[in-house]
């Protein structure tokens, strides 16, 4: 660590910590995590994190964020994609009879990536200007002060003369609680009616080479939706699927932890589902797994004077419907780099630090409308997840959508160079892409934008549909008006 350079304390090693260490130390910023979970790579974590799961869906903003950060080599990228993830085509849809219709996801030949783990090696604890400390809570901090206090071995100490606070902590922040001490935040938070569990599906017999086999297709999504409640399963490298139940906390209290009542309820609705699981397996994973809440927070602003922001989930808990909590907080740490680099800020002491102030001043004015956005298409996912995807209606606007797609091109992604200078420099020449496909494949265009622009060819595409419908009515007028004229002949 220099002490020519400017320091940040990050609170949280989770998904967006690491990330946001990794761009603040490229930047030639000392970088101090705490983390208040333990260090993962000790034996005994070890073996608890391998009985969790650890899949998430990676998608263009988060791979994106990942090459703007990204060391010349582009080697954590690299990494990444050829080591630690599967790639992903669309949705299979199950219906209760057993058929499957596969919905891809983009006809472009975009494939969505699922993550399976991460490398410790590639964390930022490999690197000279950063530093961490595992079962530190922070408890406090006095930003006009600059003096954080953390918890560590039932310890209270202190880390003093920093230059910034980086809240990376998750749903239930610390940083957050802590900034609407000292500022006006306006804040709100959410929890819908549905409780979510994990299942899992075991990986198939051996294949002649002796590796392990998927016992479903590994390229897709797979959902079983049944309107008020759904199952879907995602693979895992071993070749298992980790699948999870979304259902009213009611349709939970109706089972009332009785497992027979559980596996009850999946021969009715899942069979083929249950059949892999093994009903024993899926009846323990019932009795011992959690049954966990889903929480949507709002806030904003994000930051406060030149001494703190908030990223990830502390800024935005999203429902997990459209995949993009990850993505959206990764995204978050491209764009306030972008933005520091803009006003000029350098990790460097002897440089001024007035542009610190008006890049976070501009990230939480600019962010807001975006984070915004996608929160609310995370909800309304949900409902196209568990029941919108077996109307035909919503499929013959999925196949006209994937028709003016091929008929109208969008111009191809701006590079991570120009993405570096501006964060969504592209919105206007989006071609035709669905509103899936822009929140999905397109991280130079805003979730904000890309909501306003499909809302506007939404309206569009009903004014057609309206003008054909009434262009129909007058032409069918005008046939009949001609035969009864024909017939009075
Ligand atoms: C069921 C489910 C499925 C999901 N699937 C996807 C998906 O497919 N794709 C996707 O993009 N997103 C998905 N998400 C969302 C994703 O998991 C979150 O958006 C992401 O984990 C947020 O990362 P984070 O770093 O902001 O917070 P976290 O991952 O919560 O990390 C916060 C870290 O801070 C630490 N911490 C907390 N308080 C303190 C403190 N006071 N001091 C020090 N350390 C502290 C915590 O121990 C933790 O390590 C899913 C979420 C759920 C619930
Ligand atoms: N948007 C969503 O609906 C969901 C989002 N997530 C995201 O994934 C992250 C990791 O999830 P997970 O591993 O399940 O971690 P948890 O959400 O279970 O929480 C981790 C720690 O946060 C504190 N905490 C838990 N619940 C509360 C609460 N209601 N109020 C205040 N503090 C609380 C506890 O720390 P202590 O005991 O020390 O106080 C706990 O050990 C979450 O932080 C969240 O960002 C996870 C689930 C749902
Ligand atoms: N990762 C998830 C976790 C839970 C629920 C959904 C997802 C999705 O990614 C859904 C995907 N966006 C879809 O619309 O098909």
Redesign the pocket.
Known sequence: MSSDNRTVVI???????CVAAIGLAGKGWNVQI????PDPRSPSQLQKLSRRSIN???SSR?LMAIKSIDSDDGLLYHRLITDATIPMKGRMIHSLDGSLDSQIYSNNGEARLWLCSLEMSHSPISLPNVSISFD???RSVQFDERVLH?EQNGATAAHKDWDLVLG???????IRNQLMRVMRMDYAQEYIPHA?LELSIPAGPVDGLGRPTFLLDAHHLHIWPRQSFMLIALPNQDCSFTC?FFAPFEKFAQLADSKDRFVELFRREFPDALALMGEECAADDFTHNPQ?S?VTIRCSPYHYSDRAVI????AHSMV?FY?????A?FEDVRVLLAMMDSAGVRSDKSTPVQPLGVALERYSRERSRDLRSIVDLAMGNYVEMRSKVTNPLYKLRKGLDALLNTLIRPAAVASPEILRREPFPTAASSGWMSLYQLVTFRPDISYADAEEVSRRRDERVSLVGKGSIAGLVVAAGVLVAKVCREMRK
Request: glycine share 22%.
């Open positions: 609170s949280g090693a989770g998904l967006v910590g705490y983390e208040s979970r998430l869906a990676i988060a530190a809570k922070i953390y990376a902590d998750g749903a239930h922040s610390v979510y999870t966990g889903l990223l990830g989930d502390a997990p995949g993009q909590g990850m993505n907080g």
